[in-house]
């Protein structure tokens, strides 16, 4: 954090000092500098720190579940509720990442950095191997959400950027291609907790090859992450997502936050009501069934031991590590959802009873726990992960599987992953195929990842019987359980009683909510712009 520190604000401001009046949403808002900047490496590095900043919203990320079936945000106005519902259009997108702020930022790095004097040639290729990355990064993130968007360059009027859409194969290839160069020239270690390395950018390949359904290149990325031999999974699942964890080695990149400065209020929004938070977004019922069993079967397996009654007992560890369910121990007392009223009195997290409870009586435990590594829960320095060691192995399992079937390379990916939690190794005599190992590596990329923002895509890029999983997933209702708490229960996954269900919202999605809509206010700004298919004005 010391460069953020010190630069942040000169970074953001010198870009403030370039800007444009009135330029479009859908372009660069900064011009060329000023002839008094662009001197010397300082200057660089400061410009850098401005396309970092914002490069990506770790707050949007603890959101992001909610546009799957593994989370539902209460809030309309907060942007995901209706990306989770299906009921975005045009003109109410929810949260858009129709933006080119941080790639206007970087094509102005990238158009000045020659004038700069540098004390060596390869720290001169640092930055822009970082700068490449970060542009990368916002391409294929809004080409993974769009489809073709234009591919732009800095202009000189509002006129010169109405730009019509690139295809979407064109913002593929910009993507590996700047990827590739900043590999080829970036440094191996990062200069700062937070700032891109070759395992960063490594893993922005593999992550946008794996999500274009690139597997050879997905695994190849993954491959070579593997063998810096920088990277290895935290022998405690729960120390990546608190404060103490930041330098965990399995975390190749996170977002950085600094209290007072630059802080993460997103994290008092988790919280459930009684713990005076807003219950923004929560888990819902399906995150949790798609855990398996502590013994590795599902709960629809015949002998599982899955009691619904007592659905969170004999789940796999992680359920626990990332949810907070009815029931569960937490900050000295019993997490209890399920009553309306505790002790005579009304119960403040139970569903219906406040606006800021949480509507599917489960809050996230991940970034949360513990409440006293916060000081103040609407002004932290949680640092929301990016990409860490486990999806890399996961990846390379899943690739693999897809390119050649099981063996036994892709048995022990798979197995460091689930051991590391004290789930048993997979089955190889159940999972013996292409297809059915293709179930069990998504279920594990969902007991892996929940909470973490990769859900949507997922289920987005998946298939199964010629339909997007999402098709399946996000249509019919979201529900929440019902029922009591039994406090005479020592054993806490067998507190919650459960007698029923309650409706919490109607879902659905069609097959063009694929891609999300352009907002209305771009295709007015830029008249060139067509909309996706599917959504009128």
Not at 208 to 230: E, R, T
Request: proline letters at 5%.
């Amino acid at each position: 954090m010391k460069t953020v520190r010190t630069y942040i604000l000169a970074g953001v401001a010198a870009f403030a000092l370039t800007s444009c009046n009135d330029y479009l949403t859908t372009v660069p808002k900064d011009a060329m500098s000023p002839s008094t900047t662009w001197k010397t490496s300082d200057d660089a590095e400061k410009f850098l720190v401005g396309c970092y900043d914002g490069w990506e919203d770790g707050g949007a990320l603890l959101y992001w579940d909610a546009g799957s079936d593994f989370a539902y945000n209460n809030f309309p106005w907060e942007g995901f509720t209706n990306i989770g519902n299906g009921s975005l259009s045009p003109s109410s997108p929810g949260w858009s990442f129709y933006d080119y702020t941080i790639i206007g930022r970087c094509n102005t790095f990238l158009e000045n950095v020659e004038k700069c004097a540098f004390s060596s040639e390869a720290a001169k290729k640092d930055l822009i191997a970082q700068v490449k990355a970060i542009r990368a990064y916002n391409y294929f993130r809004m080409g993974f959400l769009y489809g073709g968007v234009p591919i732009v360059k800095p202009f000189t009027s509002a006129q010169e950027a109405r730009v019509p859409r690139n295809t979407e194969q064109e913002v593929k290839d910009l993507v590996f291609k700047d990827l590739d160069e900043a590999i080829a020239d970036i440094n191996t270690s990062p200069a700062a907790r937070g700032r891109i390395a070759k395992g960063a950018a490594l893993a922005m390949k593999m992550r946008a090859a794996l999500y274009w359904g690139d597997y050879q290149k997905a695994k190849d990325a993954a491959q070579a992450i593997i063998d810096l031999g920088l990277y290895e999974l935290d022998p405690d699942y729960t120390n990546l997502f608190k404060l103490a964890g930041k330098d965990s080695k399995e975390i190749i990149l996170a977002v950085q936050y600094k209290s007072g400065t630059r802080p993460l209020g997103t994290i008092g929004q988790l919280y459930n009501n009684g713990d005076g938070g807003w219950s923004s977004v929560v888990p819902t019922q399906k995150c949790v069934d798609n855990y398996e069993m502590s013994n590795g079967m599902t709960i629809d397996e015949a002998g599982s031991g899955y009691d619904a009654t007592h659905p969170f007992h004999g789940r796999d560890p992680r359920m626990a590590m990332t949810i907070l369910y009815p029931g569960c121990d937490w900050d000295g007392t019993v997490f209890n959802t399920l009553d309306e009223n505790v002790n005579g009195k009304k119960n403040p997290n139970y569903p219906t009873n406040a606006a800021n409870s949480s509507k599917t009586a489960l809050t996230w435990r991940k970034y949360l726990d513990p409440k006293t590594q916060y000081a103040d829960v609407w002004d932290t320095e949680a640092s929301p992960i990016v990409f860490r060691y486990a999806e890399v192995l996961l990846t390379w399992a899943e690739a693999e599987n897809e390119l050649n079937g099981p063996s036994a390379n892709v048995y022990a990916m798979l197995d460091k992953v689930r051991t590391r939690v004290g789930m048993p190794a997979v089955d190889q005599s159940k999972y013996n195929t292409k297809d059915k190992l293709r179930e069990l590596i998504r279920r594990e990329r969902g007991a892996e990842f929940a909470g973490e923002g990769l859900r949507r895509a997922d289920i987005l890029r998946w298939t199964s019987n010629g339909k997007m999983v999402a098709e399946t997933v996000l249509n019919g209702p979201l529900t929440r359980v019902t029922g009591t708490i039994d406090n005479t229960a020592t054993d806490p996954t067998m507190r919650a009683v459960v007698s029923g269900t309650s409706k919490v919202e109607d879902r659905s999605f069609q097959t063009y909510n694929r891609y999300l809509p352009i907002p209305q206010w771009n295709i007015s700004d830029n008249p060139k712009l067509e909309q996706n298919p599917g959504y009128a004005k």
